[in-house]
């Protein structure tokens, strides 16, 4: 009752008394989760009181298996991340950008050289022989994301990098199984979708450009400790001779196999590898972008440069 301390509950069916000594007419407040509250009058008849389900704010759309749902529909482990919030990231390949945007995804880098491999595994490892990559589904595609080994320096680079993150439109993970359901094993690892950018129907073509710049610095100040050039050279021979193979680092006149030495392991100069590598690194990206559309076609043409 309204002004004072007087309240009741129902009973499964809805039912209640109020007796309280205020007279006619009073007002009421109706309340119970999940719906809106209500404030009536009772002037001493009996009362049915309806009260409306409140909907809470729900209206993203998610990517799942079998196509969109609202937010509110969906009750299985999806992510959805939010393109404005890592636009502004300084990272040469979409996957990078998804480090700390969702819970449970571990992504993880061994180099940081762009279209590198990158580990990501959703709520965990689930498998010690077999593949514990997630399944991309890229504009209802599957896409191979097994490493291609490179035949220069074997380099493994990711086939996702040739994805520009700035034609991302959105990224879903799902991430349970009631939500990978219809992708099958092949889901197993969980299942990242994205949804590239496409122009509009009856849109004014529209042209976008976007620089950034940054910086990337080594965590930390640790300057690790390396071995000079002779002691490089002396470890080298060491393991060639454990091999069965010559040493490299030898006597410049002494050929074998047609191969020259090296120079003897004193010979060799040192170099401060560790202050060349932890130097800051300057990171510029540029994009552009032209879209539309007519009443029958749209389209949507970007391109980059990442250095």
Same mark, same amino acid.
């Given at each position: 009752?309204?002004?004072?301390?007087?309240?009741?509950?129902?009973?499964?069916?809805?039912?209640?008394?109020?007796?309280?000594?205020?007279?006619?007419?009073?007002?009421?407040?109706?309340?119970?989760?999940?719906?809106?509250?209500?404030?009536?009058?009772?002037?001493?008849?009996?009362?049915?009181?309806?009260?409306?389900?409140?909907?809470?704010?729900?209206?993203?759309?998610?990517?799942?298996?079998?196509?969109?749902?609202?937010?509110?529909?969906?009750?299985?482990?999806?992510?959805?991340?939010?393109?404005?919030?890592?636009?502004?990231?300084?990272?040469?390949?979409?996957?990078?950008?998804?480090?700390?945007?969702?819970?449970?995804?571990?992504?993880?880098?061994?180099?940081?050289?762009?279209? /590198?491999?990158?580990?990501?595994?959703?709520?965990?490892?689930?498998?010690?022989?077999? /593949?514990?990559?997630?399944?991309?589904?890229?504009?209802?595609?599957?896409?191979?994301?097994?490493?291609?080994?490179?035949?220069?320096?074997?380099?493994?680079?990711?086939?996702?990098?040739?994805?520009?993150?700035?034609?991302?439109? /959105?990224?879903?993970?799902?991430?349970?199984?009631?939500?990978?359901?219809?992708?099958?094993?092949?889901?197993?690892?969980?299942?990242?979708?994205?949804?590239?950018?496409?122009?509009?129907?009856?849109?004014?073509?529209?042209?976008?450009?976007?620089?950034?710049?940054?910086?990337?610095?080594?965590?930390?100040?640790?300057?690790?400790?390396?071995?000079?050039?002779?002691?490089?050279?002396?470890?080298?021979?060491?393991?060639?001779?454990?091999?069965?193979?010559?040493?490299?680092?030898?006597?410049?006149?002494?050929?074998?196999?047609?191969?020259?030495?090296?120079?003897?392991?004193?010979?060799?100069?040192?170099?401060?590898?560790? /202050?060349?590598?932890?130097?800051?690194?300057?990171?510029?990206?540029?994009?552009?972008?032209?879209?539309?559309?007519?009443?029958?076609?749209?389209?949507?043409?970007?391109?980059?440069?990442?250095?």
């Amino acid at each position: 009752m309204q002004g004072t301390t007087h309240t009741v509950a129902t009973d499964n069916n809805g039912h209640f008394n109020f007796v309280t000594g205020q007279k006619f007419p009073y007002t009421l407040i109706v309340s119970y989760i999940g719906y809106k509250t209500q404030t009536l009058v009772a002037n001493g008849e009996t009362l049915e009181i309806g009260l409306e389900a409140s909907a809470s704010q729900l209206n993203d759309v998610v990517v799942v298996g079998y196509g969109t749902q609202q937010r509110r529909d969906v009750v299985s482990a999806v992510t959805k991340i939010d393109p404005s919030s890592t636009k502004n990231i300084p990272e040469g390949s979409f996957d990078a950008q998804l480090q700390g945007k969702a819970a449970g995804v571990q992504i993880n880098s061994n180099i940081g050289v762009p279209g /590198s491999d990158l580990y990501i595994r959703v709520r965990g490892a689930t498998s010690i022989n077999a /593949s514990n990559s997630p399944l991309y589904v890229i504009d209802g595609v599957f896409v191979n994301n097994k490493s291609l080994q490179g035949i220069f320096q074997d380099r493994a680079t990711s086939p996702l990098a040739d994805i520009n993150p700035a034609d991302i439109q /959105s990224i879903e993970i799902l991430k349970d199984a009631s939500a990978i359901a219809i992708y099958g094993s092949r889901g197993a690892n969980g299942v990242i979708i994205v949804t590239t950018k496409k122009g509009n129907y009856g849109q004014k073509t529209k042209i976008e450009f976007n620089a950034s710049e940054g910086f990337a610095n080594a965590p930390g100040d640790r300057i690790w400790e390396t071995t000079t050039g002779p002691e490089h050279a002396l470890l080298v021979n060491e393991y060639s001779r454990n091999m069965g193979k010559p040493e490299p680092f030898r006597a410049r006149d002494v050929i074998v196999n047609g191969v020259a030495g090296r120079g003897l392991p004193e010979e060799q100069p040192t170099y401060d590898r560790m /202050s060349y590598l932890n130097r800051t690194a300057a990171l510029r990206d540029y994009n552009i972008a032209v879209s539309g559309g007519s009443d029958r076609t749209r389209f949507y043409l970007g391109g980059g440069y990442t250095k």
